[in-house]
């Protein structure tokens, strides 16, 4: 089945520092991909949503410049936290669907737990 | 706007009993319906899914789900559980589908199951 590989699954890092997470499709082409964030014990709220080759496009209430995304290839996107800060630390999980196929569910990452100090 | 409620926060059943878990949604139009799994520290894994058709769908390790659409429903079931199925469960429900395979997912809370051997 389809797989979807995030990397890192776990960042510890000082209050300030930019934090890089992969989210790679291996063995589908994703035109789009998301990106969610989920506090302890809740549901997932998703963050923005990435199409490869533009802009992406973010949730209400979440900061573009605090949170970047890149879309580079239909293989790959990266959400960089710039300058995290404690209030930052949370699960953060991508998916990606098939974007030429219709009718396909998305398929997640294990997520990547970030916690700043 | 739709949205999708899970009544129960926290399910506890025997190893062996039989599960309900309770989905209810919100959507003007036919909605495509998801359930998801996810282990602690993981992502998500996809159980099953609705899109057209058949209203029990059968998904993965013996699970299946029902659409009433006179209810607003989608209730996921399984004849007997097994001490691995403890995890928490999503539903979700899909909106904005583009036709191009691209669409954004709506979450439930979560209901977490617990299973006494």
């Known amino acids: 089945g389809a797989v979807v590989s995030q990397h890192p699954s776990r960042v510890i890092c000082k209050s300030g520092t930019s934090v890089k997470i992969e989210c790679r499709s291996l063995d589908f082409q994703a035109t789009t991909m998301f990106w969610y964030r989920q506090f302890p014990k809740q549901s997932l709220m998703l963050m923005a949503t990435s199409n490869e080759g533009s802009k992406a496009t973010y949730e209400q209430g979440v900061e573009k410049d605090k949170f970047l995304i890149n879309h580079a290839s239909l293989t790959l996107s990266t959400l960089t936290v710039t300058s995290a800060h404690p209030e930052d630390s949370s699960f953060y999980i991508c998916?990606?669907?098939?974007?030429?196929?219709?009718?396909?569910?998305?398929?997640f990452g294990d997520g990547t737990r970030l916690s700043i100090l | 706007a739709q949205s999708v409620t899970q009544p129960d926060i926290h399910i506890t059943v025997s190893e062996g009993a039989s599960l309900e878990l309770r989905c209810n949604y919100s959507y003007g139009a036919t909605p495509y319906l998801f359930w998801y799994v996810q282990s602690p520290g993981q992502g998500l894994q996809l159980l099953l899914k609705?899109?057209?058709?058949?209203?029990l769908v059968q998904g993965i390790k013996g699970f299946e789900a029902e659409f009433k659409r006179s209810q607003s429903s989608f209730n996921l079931r399984k004849p007997s559980v097994h001490w691995s199925d403890a995890a928490e469960y999503f539903c979700a429900v899909a909106e904005g589908y583009s036709g191009a395979g691209s669409y954004q997912l709506t979450f439930g809370k979560g209901t977490k199951l617990s299973v006494i051997p």
């Open positions: 609705y899109f057209s058709g058949d209203t």
């Open positions: 998916s990606a669907s098939h974007g030429a196929q219709s009718n396909q569910p998305q398929h």
